[in-house]
């Protein structure tokens, strides 16, 4: 089946430095991707997103590109802040499929 | 405009009583997800409407559990009676009904606590 597997947090970062979380993904098909992200004590908000292979989903500084030969979908900023301390999910849906399949989070602490 | 809006934000219960969740999705949106998080188990989907009628609910633990989408604007999950290991995070999300993709719009959650 479908599954979504991040690196393991908790991510903890000083602030302005560079941040990769990883995600890879197995799938039947081509799925969209997205990274949500939640704040504490709020739901889950969609960060960004890609929907086929070599596109680039981009939303306030984080980055992410859809690479199919790698089934990958890595989140990247070039510079954190404090206030990007959340927990990151990297998700899936198969192409017809409504349902989302989520990875299990990574917790990103910054630190100032 | 307003998202997708849950109540009540936090219930506190004790153990055998009724629990109802409410919400209420972003207009136009055609699909509404339930889910539960839970630090043991992460984001566990419960149940998901199309046009108010049930998909999927494979994922309702058992039969204490049951959602109802009575109209486009509005539904409930229910649980009765409540246990001490439902205490969660229930958050209902709302979707448009399009191909290309199928981003979901979360809701702030409800915090279920039974005692």
């Known amino acids: 089946g479908n599954s979504v597997t991040q690196m393991e947090g908790p991510v903890t970062l000083s602030e302005e430095a560079f941040l990769t979380i990883n995600c890879t993904y197995t799938?039947?098909?081509?799925?969209?991707l997205f990274w949500y992200v939640q704040y504490p004590g709020e739901g889950l908000q969609l960060l960004l997103k890609a929907t086929k292979a070599d596109d680039k989903g981009s939303n306030k500084g984080f980055e992410a590109t859809y690479r199919k030969e790698t089934t990958s979908f890595h989140l990247e900023k070039g510079s954190v802040q404090v206030s990007d301390s959340a927990v990151y999910f990297c998700a899936l849906s198969d192409p017809g499929a409504q349902k989302l399949v989520f990875g299990q989070g990574t917790r990103l602490t910054i630190n100032p | 405009d307003a998202g997708v809006i849950q109540s009540p934000r936090h219930e506190v219960t004790e153990m055998g009583q009724e629990v109802t969740l409410r919400c209420k999705p972003i207009?136009?949106?055609?699909?509404l997800f339930w889910y539960r998080q839970t630090m043991m188990r992460g984001l566990e989907l419960l149940i998901y409407f199309n046009n108010n009628v049930p998909i999927d609910d494979s994922g309702m633990p058992e039969d204490r559990f049951s959602a109802k989408m009575p109209n486009a604007s509005f539904s409930t999950l229910k649980i009765q009676p409540s246990e001490p290991r439902d205490s969660a995070v229930y958050f209902c999300?709302?979707?448009?009904?399009?191909?290309?993709?199928?981003?979901?719009?979360f809701g702030p959650g409800t915090r279920l606590t039974v005692t």
């Open positions: 799938a039947t098909g081509y799925p969209s």
């Open positions: 999300a709302s979707s448009p009904l399009k191909a290309s993709s199928y981003e979901q719009y």
């Open positions: 207009s136009g949106h055609n699909s």
